[in-house]
């Protein structure tokens, strides 16, 4: 695998084809929104918030804290918002997932197409082409989701049969423990290669429109054949991505950490406007930096992709084509045997 073609050619797809970018944009507009509503909230109500923390001493909840937070509702009055909440925060995650695994399959079939044409590619061709797959993307997701509850159960009746075994005294609780932290100590390889595997089931359903559990082959077959080069090529991805989503979250919390250095937004007019204004900022720097990078992930697992399973071809030597030695005619004639 050539990595840095790998790494190169999504920022020169990404850059001829602004469409990809704006794809990733549609992906990070619920979360920015809701951030800014976050980040809002708390600096217009930073002093009742501090006051509401200072009164829930060791996590304690009293019937103050629950007044500041929720009025003088009953119990059963509270049923009701709390409700409301979850369920409008389950609705948010839902459309923001279904509308990411959408947009994510657009980029890669628009990868597909800027890769194989090297040329424009249009904003309904890419619809068109993201469409296709879709559907078996999300019966893939409910599959994976089946597996991971089912897992979690397992791994709780498993831990929780090794918790009374112990506790009871059994014969072999020594090697019970030594077993639990191999395993323990195998999370994080497994967990990492997962995390190469995913992208690349994932990847192949979506580019070559396979089915959801022969995807799952071929994608293994695309790691184990560069192992080596997907490795160096998840840290990378991981490492940078995570840095400048950090560095992202850091620049972001600078309007609050305004109220802790200065004073309490309530009180200065002047310093709220301020923290309104760099909220905003940084709030739409975040949104195109979160949304270039989710685009340029995706656009770099599928070039790894295309790069494993369809590598360019050499470039091709013309043939000289060979002709017959024609005789001077200035030259005498040839003498006979």
Same mark, same amino acid.
């Given at each position: 695998?050539?990595?840095?073609?790998?790494?190169?050619?999504?920022?020169? #797809?990404?850059?001829?084809?602004?469409?990809?970018?704006?794809?990733?944009?549609?992906?990070?507009?619920?979360?920015?929104?809701?951030?800014?509503?976050?980040?809002?909230?708390?600096?217009?109500? #930073?002093?009742?918030?501090? $006051?509401?923390?200072?009164?829930?001493?060791?996590?304690?909840?009293?019937?103050?804290? /629950?007044?500041?937070?929720?009025?003088?509702?009953?119990?059963?009055?509270?049923?009701?918002? *709390?409700?409301?909440?979850?369920?409008?925060? *389950?609705?948010?995650?839902?459309?923001?997932?279904?509308?990411?695994?959408?947009?994510?399959?657009? &980029?890669?079939? =628009?990868?597909?197409?800027?890769?194989?044409?090297?040329?424009?590619?249009?904003?309904?061709?890419?619809?068109?082409?993201?469409?296709?797959?879709? =559907?078996?993307?999300?019966?893939?997701?409910?599959?994976? %989701?089946?597996?991971?509850?089912? +897992?979690?159960?397992?791994? =709780?009746?498993?831990?929780?049969? &090794?918790?009374? %075994?112990?506790? $009871?005294?059994?014969?072999?609780?020594?090697?019970?423990?030594?077993?639990?932290?191999?395993?323990?100590?195998?999370?994080?390889?497994?967990?990492?290669?997962?995390?190469?595997?995913?992208?690349?089931?994932?990847?192949?359903?979506?580019?070559?429109?396979?089915?959801?559990?022969?995807?799952? =082959?071929?994608?293994?077959?695309? *790691?184990?054949?560069?192992?080596?080069?997907?490795? /160096? /090529?998840?840290?990378?991805?991981?490492?940078? $991505?995570?840095?400048?989503?950090?560095?992202?979250?850091?620049?972001?919390?600078?309007?609050?950490? +305004?109220?802790?250095?200065?004073?309490?937004?309530?009180?200065? @007019?002047?310093?709220?406007?301020?923290?309104?204004?760099? /909220?905003?900022?940084?709030?739409?720097?975040?949104?195109?930096?979160?949304?270039?990078?989710?685009?340029?992930?995706?656009?770099?697992?599928?070039?790894? #992709?295309?790069?494993?399973? #369809?590598?360019?071809?050499?470039?091709?030597?013309?043939?000289? @084509?060979?002709?017959?030695?024609?005789?001077?005619?200035?030259?005498? @004639?040839?003498?006979?045997?």
């Amino acid at each position: 695998m050539n990595i840095g073609e790998v790494l190169g050619k999504p920022f020169k #797809y990404i850059w001829k084809n602004s469409i990809l970018w704006a794809l990733g944009m549609v992906t990070q507009i619920v979360p920015t929104i809701i951030n800014f509503l976050i980040y809002y909230f708390v600096i217009v109500n #930073y002093r009742i918030i501090q $006051s509401v923390l200072q009164d829930a001493q060791l996590y304690t909840v009293r019937p103050d804290l /629950l007044n500041r937070l929720f009025g003088n509702l009953t119990p059963e009055q509270m049923i009701a918002p *709390v409700l409301t909440i979850i369920t409008i925060l *389950v609705l948010v995650n839902l459309v923001s997932f279904i509308i990411s695994e959408f947009v994510g399959c657009c &980029i890669v079939r =628009g990868i597909r197409l800027a890769d194989t044409t090297q040329e424009r590619i249009h904003f309904k061709e890419v619809l068109q082409e993201g469409w296709k797959p879709f =559907g078996k993307l999300i019966l893939q997701d409910i599959f994976w %989701g089946v597996v991971t509850v089912i +897992l979690w159960i397992g791994l =709780g009746f498993a831990f929780g049969g &090794i918790g009374a %075994g112990i506790s $009871s005294g059994t014969n072999g609780e020594v090697g019970i423990i030594v077993l639990l932290c191999c395993l323990c100590s195998l999370a994080v390889p497994i967990g990492f290669f997962l995390s190469l595997l995913f992208p690349q089931i994932r990847v192949s359903l979506v580019h070559d429109d396979l089915g959801v559990f022969s995807s799952i =082959g071929k994608g293994w077959s695309t *790691v184990i054949k560069a192992f080596g080069w997907m490795l /160096l /090529l998840g840290l990378i991805l991981g490492f940078g $991505s995570y840095f400048i989503r950090w560095l992202s979250g850091v620049l972001s919390s600078i309007p609050i950490n +305004l109220s802790t250095t200065v004073g309490f937004t309530n009180e200065n @007019p002047t310093l709220q406007t301020t923290q309104m204004i760099m /909220l905003a900022i940084f709030s739409i720097a975040g949104f195109f930096i979160n949304s270039f990078i989710f685009t340029y992930i995706t656009s770099t697992w599928t070039m790894a #992709y295309r790069n494993v399973n #369809y590598p360019p071809a050499p470039p091709s030597i013309p043939e000289i @084509p060979s002709q017959p030695i024609s005789r001077d005619s200035n030259l005498p @004639p040839a003498i006979p045997s």
